[in-house]
């Protein structure tokens, strides 16, 4: 083969594509270039050819390998595979490029020559491919398998350097019925959506990742104050709580949010993840909406709570639920009109478990069926013997009202008790209608049958469609709780709605419920709207089925509102023994009652005012306080910094001692990160020598650690 053959080859091998070609001079400036290199780049060839080689093209770093064209060039080393691209077309073609060097016959280095090839479409494949392996292909999220690599190379390190990491867990409230109702495009954009707000809402450097379906997981180093983290919590929660507009009609849906810190409450990933899992679960269980620390009475709460599901079947078999009964008041006479019944349960163990909480234990529970059921009957029961102008309002889970035999059930009551049907008001949420439409309308055509009223409960919580209005025979809309509390807050824009509802309901000839009032202004508000009925604490708490028969004797039952009353929280054991330090020396005291900014006390005598004290609240948490007040055996106390709010209704501080503080004084890590400061014999303190400061009222003082 002659040269100019050869040469008429090599050219048409360029313009295939197939291989192209470069070469370099002895200073790495490039001396031949492939024409059909420069037109992919869309760069003049004349501006290619004399310029350096390492500042024309810039490696591209893959699987991890740092790649320097001037060092190659530099060691005279041959090379193969890098890709690259132009330096100044950083979102232009890639090529892969192998290179060797060239030598005279005298040794001497006169450069390189080599070969390059377009693999853009297999670059970008590749790129996505690894992409779609790390990161979820439908918000854009870290998907499962990067946010547990992450945690756990994060953690790792953190451990080393003693650094502090908070793991937040996420879960929808109400995705499922977006699903159901408005289809999967509508729930793949709603969480698109949510991806979104998350990103939005947290400013902090961290890591946010989708782990599949509705469920949600971010990583914050460096955090571990649980004020910023209550902070972030709720704005969370606020964020994704706010409507969300789709094509395929207006949503709305909420969060629940479980924060777990290491090193506190674990210090490998499993361990502060299963611990942010707890917390999640706990604040489901809490009523939704709402966010949780971990601690670690959490694990033997949810044990206990798993135990109560269990005791559910025994509950109704021997009788321990009870019913009490929440008045329903006219808006114009103040007259009782009726009375919605809540279910409660007298645990032998226990005791009383109020309604709230039995009805987080019910949701999803086996025997929901069979608790709806008594409900219904044993409310109807009652209401035979009150006077005929009462109703009795019952709410329906969603499982009974889809159950064949459900009218039948609830004409069973009505014959047992011998009651007219339209005494008995059956509370019906929206999620009924997410089921098969077909199906719901003929059980609600079946119930107007019955002659029973019907509510449609929670209106505004959802979807609110005017398509169940039209459809169902509702006799009366409960607006929902938290639209109420939205607008007692900020009035403007939520009562604006309050009155369109009941605007709605006129025309359409049903009255309206506002439900959970407590105070005169919201109060005065909804009637200035029109309101039908009201209910809550300002009128009343849930009361005893002998409460409601004494007072429906006589001419009726009247109820003035009382003056602002916000709903009884549940109760939350203040009344425990904790320890205080002063002067190297603890103390085993009562604490009565704590708040924000101190605390009572109760167990030294002859404590001056200003005296100051470590308190220890158990848990790692030490508050710094003075002695404010002084009352024989008892003192209050102030707060050197504020504690903040741990999610539940209860309080704690901001930060907590360091395990890896503890771990070098002695204490095991692995315990101290699981929440076990008892562990170390009176909780943070060790034993030592009783030299008593105080003439103290009870027990010895102790020295400290």
């Not at 090193?263 to 604040?283: F, Q, T, W």
């Not at 308190?615 to 030490?622: K, N």
């Not at 395990?659 to 076990?676: K, T």
Request: with cysteine; glycine share 10%.
């Amino acid at each position: 083969m002659t040269d100019g053959e050869r040469l008429t080859m090599l050219d048409e091998l360029e313009q295939s594509g197939l291989g192209w070609f470069w070469a370099t001079d002895a200073d790495g400036n490039i001396s031949y270039l492939s024409a059909a290199i420069a037109d992919r780049l869309e760069i003049p060839l004349g501006d290619l050819l004399g310029k350096p080689l390492a500042s024309v093209f810039s490696p591209i770093d893959r699987d991890g390998r740092t790649q320097s064209l001037s060092l190659m060039h530099g060691a005279r080393k041959a090379f193969s595979g890098f890709a690259v691209r132009a330096d100044s077309r950083p979102a232009g073609a890639v090529l892969r490029m192998s290179g060797q060097p060239v030598f005279s016959s005298g040794r001497k280095f006169t450069g390189f020559r080599g070969t390059s090839a377009d693999i853009t479409e297999e670059y970008y494949r590749e790129a996505e491919t690894a992409k779609l392996a790390k990161f979820d292909s439908l918000t854009g999220l870290s998907n499962r398998h990067r946010m547990a690599h992450q945690i756990e190379t994060t953690l790792t390190a953190f451990k080393t350097a003693k650094r502090n990491c908070a793991i937040m867990m996420l879960d929808l409230d109400k995705f499922k019925q977006v699903n159901d109702t408005l289809g999967h495009a509508a729930g793949d954009e709603l969480l698109k959506q949510v991806a979104e707000r998350l990103r939005r809402s947290i400013t902090h450097d961290c890591e946010i990742g989708r782990l599949g379906g509705d469920e949600f997981q971010v990583m914050i180093p460096d955090v571990d104050d649980r004020g910023v983290l209550g902070e972030i919590a709720m704005k969370i929660i606020t964020m994704l709580k706010q409507p969300y507009s789709l094509d395929e009609g207006r949503c709305v849906i909420g969060a629940s949010v479980g924060i777990a810190i290491a090193p506190h409450d674990g210090v490998s990933a499993d361990a502060v993840v299963r611990s942010a899992d707890l917390a999640l679960y706990a604040a489901k269980n809490g009523g939704r909406g709402q966010y949780r620390f971990f601690s670690c009475d959490l694990e033997n709460e949810a044990i206990f709570r798993r135990r109560l599901e269990e005791d559910l079947g025994t509950a109704v078999r021997e009788k321990q639920l009870f019913l009490k009964y929440e008045p329903i008041v006219d808006a114009k006479t103040q007259k009782v009109a009726a009375l919605e019944a809540h279910i409660c349960w007298n645990h032998e163990k226990r005791g009383e478990i109020d309604e709230d909480e039995f009805a987080s234990i019910l949701d999803g529970s086996s025997h929901v069926l069979e608790v709806g059921r008594w409900a219904i009957s044993e409310a109807c029961r009652h209401a035979a013997y009150w006077p005929e102008s009462v109703r009795i309002a019952v709410n329906v889970p969603v499982p009974l009202f889809n159950h064949s035999d459900f009218v039948e059930d609830v004409s069973k009551a009505l014959d047992d008790a011998d009651m007219p049907a339209n005494r008995l008001d059956l509370e019906i949420k929206e999620a009924v209608f997410f089921g098969d439409t077909n199906q719901v309308d003929r059980t609600l055509a079946r119930l107007f049958k019955v002659g029973v009223r019907l509510t449609l409960d929670e209106f505004g919580s959802g979807y609110s469609s005017l398509a169940y209005l039209r459809r169902a025979p509702f006799n009366a809309i409960k607006i929902d709780e938290q639209l109420l509390a939205e607008a007692d807050r900020h009035d403007s824009r939520e009562l604006g709605l309050v009155r369109a509802i009941v605007a709605l309901s006129g025309a359409l000839d049903m009255e309206t419920i506002a439900n959970g009032i407590e105070s005169n202004l919201l109060l005065a508000s909804l009637l200035d709207c029109g309101i039908s009925y009201v209910e809550g604490p300002i009128f009343s708490d849930p009361v005893t089925h002998d409460t409601v028969q004494s007072e429906l004797l006589g001419e009726g039952w009247t109820i003035t509102p009382s003056g602002d009353r916000t709903k009884r929280a549940r109760r939350r054991t203040v009344f425990r023994k904790i320890q205080v330090i002063h002067d190297d020396h603890s103390y085993e005291v009562t604490l009565r009652n704590l708040s924000r900014s101190g605390a009572l006390i109760q167990g030294l005598a002859d404590v001056p005012k200003g005296t100051q004290f470590v308190v220890d609240l158990g848990g790692g948490q030490l508050a710094v306080a003075t002695v404010t007040r002084a009352m024989s055996d008892t003192q209050g106390l102030e707060f050197e910094q504020s504690l903040v709010d741990d999610g539940s209704g209860g309080l704690c501080t901001r930060n907590r001692v360091s395990p890896y503080a503890l771990a070098s004084a002695g204490a095991p890590l692995a315990a101290l990160s699981s929440g076990d400061y008892k562990g170390m014999e009176g909780g943070l303190l060790g034993q030592g020598a009783s030299v008593p400061q105080f003439a103290y009222a009870g027990g010895t003082a102790h020295e400290a650690a």
